[in-house]
């Protein structure tokens, strides 16, 4: 078989090449300067005007925010809710933290406490928007607020809502606390709607892996009463 020869390229051609390319893209760069300095204008205009934005609004408007969800926050904790949601007339309640500061990270937080406490109020569908308003990724409140939707649904009605947003809540963050709490709920609404199978599944999961909780100290009652029911049917 004949064997195929390669055209070799020496070091200069390679060189030449290389020039060719450069001198190539120098043209392009020349004719098209213009287009190209607005594009390196814009771009540093909007980093500049991020940085600025962040810094001498969002910055100003969190700290605004903060101080009056701390009168919001001591409303809430001692239960006073009308004034917690609405205000005291001095300061802010979650609704204005809301609307005035929706941009930051504690007007964000007042939609949860909002949900929370429409949610007491028995408000059950505001609560609902509420709660999905509220954007975050902590490891807490992020599934005690989906939890508390799950809430909403079952006082709604709405079981297999309820229960689907219940292990959504359980598997947000792997913890011995949200965890085992939102998995008892998700079971005992699996009762309720005959699934036994599915329920028994859910109580093993609390046994096995959350038995130090408060729910998995006590599992194995669910787990017989629910496998009891199930061999009747």
Known sequence: MAKKKHKEISGDQRLENI??????????????????????????????????????????????ATEQMFHAQNY???????????????????????????MTKPGNLANYYAGIIYLKKNDFETS???????????HLIRPMATGAIGDAYLELGDKEKAAAYYMEAANWDDNGFTSPLFLYKAG???????????????YTRIKTNYYKSNEGRSIEKNIARAQTIQSQQ
């Open 19 to 64: 020039g060719e390319t450069l001198s190539k893209t120098e043209e392009f760069i020349f004719n098209n300067q213009r287009i190209i300095g607005i594009f390196v204008a814009v771009a540093i205009i909007a980093i500049l005007g991020y940085f600025g934005y962040t810094r001498y609004y969002i910055a100003p408007k969190t700290a605004e």
């Open 76 to 102: 809430f904790e001692s239960d006073s809710l009308d004034k917690a949601l609405y205000g005291d007339g001095n300061s802010l309640g979650f609704l204005d933290i809301i609307s005035e500061y929706s």
């Open 128 to 138: 609902i928007s509420y709660l999905e308003d509220f954007d975050a990724d902590d």
């Open 188 to 202: 005992q609404v699996y009762e309720i709607l005959g699934d036994y199978d599915k329920a028994i599944r859910i």
